[in-house]
């Protein structure tokens, strides 16, 4: 019988939730294009968001993929 560590799912699901909100940011950019203040925190989200996203994916990734 041979034992295993189960691994995590967490950089999938952070960057799954990241990649949401920058979606989400991104959306708020084309609905507020007449408001540039809107607009650029849309973006901001939108581009934090993603970077968080791909940083999550780095740090919790698995390993041996």
């Known amino acids: 019988m041979t034992e ?3 691994g995590s799912d967490m950089g999938i699901g952070l960057g799954l939730a990241f990649g949401a909100l920058a979606v989400a940011g991104a959306l708020g950019m084309l609905v507020a294009y007449s408001d540039q203040v809107v607009a ?5 989200l939108a581009m934090t968001a993603g970077i968080l996203s791909i940083a999550g994916v780095h740090l919790y990734g698995r390993r041996d993929a």
């Open 4 to 6: 295993a560590a189960a």
């Open 40 to 44: 650029g925190w849309s973006f901001a």
